[in-house]
């Protein structure tokens, strides 16, 4: 079986009104189809944007990736990496979530995201270690 991790970044189209629920629901149904096809990750949003890794055998990803592609909540998404692994980093997350909110502010400040800068706008190698230092954050 082989590995694949694959990294994005897009722009969100979330209505700020709506924003906690839609984020609520995305992560409620992320979570759900992840687990039945054994795939882990972790999901990053600002008010703008969105970036995510996802892990897990190639078709799975394909799969849930040609879902997330075509999701109108949001949009312009970037292609960052998509790699074989030899191991999960997420292993036991279906899917993690963080935002840059007034307790993760300082370590999304560390990467250099903002409220000016934003996160769809980060090079894979920031959101990779921004993921980690999230992920140590709340482990
Ligand atoms: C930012 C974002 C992240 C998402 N992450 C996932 C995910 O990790 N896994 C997943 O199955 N769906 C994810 N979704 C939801 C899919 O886009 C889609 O709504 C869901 O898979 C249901 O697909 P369906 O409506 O074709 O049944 C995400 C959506 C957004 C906007």
């Known amino acids: 079986?082989?590995?694949?991790?694959?990294?994005?970044?897009?722009?969100?189209?979330?209505?700020?009104a709506d924003r906690?629920?839609?984020?609520?629901?995305?992560?409620?149904?992320?979570?759900r189809l992840n687990a039945e096809r054994h795939v882990t990750g972790f999901l990053m949003?600002?008010?703008?944007?969105?970036?995510q890794i996802l892990?897990?055998?190639?078709?799975?990803?394909?799969?849930?990736?040609?879902r997330?592609?075509?999701?109108?909540?949001?949009?312009?998404?970037?292609?960052?990496?998509?790699d074989a692994i030899e191991q999960r980093q997420f292993t036991g997350w279906a899917m993690a979530f963080a935002e840059r909110n007034e307790t993760t502010a300082f370590i999304f400040g560390l990467y250099g995201i903002s409220?000016?800068?934003?996160?769809?706008?980060q090079p894979l190698d920031v959101l990779l270690d921004l993921a980690g230092?999230?992920?140590s954050a709340r482990a």
């Open 20 to 31: 906690r629920a839609e984020l609520a629901r995305i992560l409620e149904t992320a979570r």
């Open 45 to 51: 949003a600002t008010p703008g944007g969105f970036a």
């Open 133 to 135: 230092e999230l992920a």
């Open 68 to 82: 997330i592609m075509v999701d109108p909540r949001h949009g312009d998404l970037r292609l960052l990496a998509q």
């Open 115 to 121: 409220p000016e800068t934003e996160i769809f706008e």
């Open 55 to 66: 892990e897990g055998e190639a078709g799975s990803i394909a799969e849930t990736y040609g």
């Open 1 to 16: 079986m082989s590995l694949v991790r694959l990294v994005y970044a897009s722009r969100s189209r979330l209505v700020e």
